[in-house]
């Protein structure tokens, strides 16, 4: 499982500000454009401060050699900066790290996000219930992520589990088989026989369905579409279909309309798949199922030692009653 970094989130949010603030197009994405003037929030929606006055950045003495840009008390340091990059990079593949135009985007960027970021605090946003709880849910999303990962660290399937499960399982790993099939559908059992009678006596399956079966596909001399094991239009057919080879004819059976005789077009798949090509997949299944297994059992661990209580009564209120 992979580590989860509060620095992945930011930057997820650094690559929707980008777009939204600045335009795909600085990003290396899409045709250029002239940016929009950033529109002003009304007064009444974000009480607005003063800016800081020259006397307070000369406090802060000068600026540090590794700081890009300072603002108030926050400082990008080039450190911080390439770790964003970096990090950018790796959310969007197509993203041009090496490109100045793309760098100073994000470098814009990470600026205009602290001085809205500073304006919201000194505007005390930060205080209200819907931030608090927002901040709070996603502390906690990280902190879960955080134990799951290092419970599950070390907790990795090998190849000899995969091969393992494969030898016992290899039913599993076959290829679905497709059918093609054709039908005949008419309304009295007798019927039908005599129609299967023509059939097996060389009689043209194609020209008796278009002849005399009533479904809307005898003139197509009754084709369905392919469908896979198991997917066919009734139970009744899977049946008739499930031993025919290619070019067989099933006999009469009751269907949902009437009396069938279906014949089986082509017969595709069925072979089994070799380990080789399953081996990565059934490697990752595998230790996501271990770990997932790894989790449940602590958190049991965690029930019995801590033992929530439960208001039956309220949760049946408010959630309804299980089986209902």
Do not use: H
Not at 202 to 218: R, T
Not at 296 to 308: R, T
């Amino acid at each position: 499982m992979k580590k989860p970094a509060a620095a992945t989130y930011g930057v997820l949010f650094l690559t929707f500000s980008l777009a939204f603030l600045t335009g795909c197009d600085l990003l290396g994405w899409g045709p250029k454009k002239q940016e929009p003037a950033p529109s002003q929030p009304p007064a009444a929606a974000i009480p607005v401060t003063a800016p800081a006055s020259p006397s307070a950045q000369e406090v802060q003495g000068p600026l540090p050699s590794d700081a890009l840009v300072r603002i108030g008390q926050w400082t990008l340091t080039s450190e911080d900066f390439n770790n964003r990059i970096n990090l950018l990079k790796q959310q969007l593949p197509d993203f041009k790290e090496n490109d100045p135009n793309s760098k100073g985007a994000v470098l814009d960027e990470l600026v205009r996000q602290q001085l809205l970021v500073q304006e919201a605090e000194n505007s005390n946003l930060g205080n209200t219930k819907e931030i608090k709880d927002a901040v709070e849910d996603f502390r906690k999303t990280l902190l879960v992520q955080e134990m799951a990962s290092r419970l599950t660290k070390d907790v990795i399937a090998t190849e000899d589990d995969a091969r393992s499960y494969y030898d016992l399982n290899k039913d599993k790993f076959v290829e679905p088989v497709t059918w093609g099939v054709s039908e005949i559908l008419v309304g009295d059992e007798a019927a039908a026989k005599s129609i299967l009678v023509q059939i097996l006596q060389g009689g043209d399956f194609a020209q008796i369905a278009q002849a005399q079966s009533k479904l809307a596909n005898g003139a197509q001399g009754g084709k369905l579409k392919p469908f896979t094991a198991g997917k066919a239009p009734f139970d009744a057919m899977q049946t008739a279909i499930a031993n025919l080879d290619e070019g067989g004819v099933s006999g009469v059976f009751k269907g949902p309309d009437g009396f069938y005789i279906v014949k089986v077009d082509s017969k595709k798949g069925g072979e089994p798949r070799t380990f080789a090509d399953v081996k990565k997949d059934l490697i990752y299944g595998l230790t996501m199922q271990k770990q997932q297994t790894v989790i449940l059992n602590y958190l049991k661990d965690l029930a019995e030692k801590n033992k929530p209580e439960y208001n039956k009564d309220l949760i049946e209120q408010v959630i309804g009653k299980a089986g209902q």
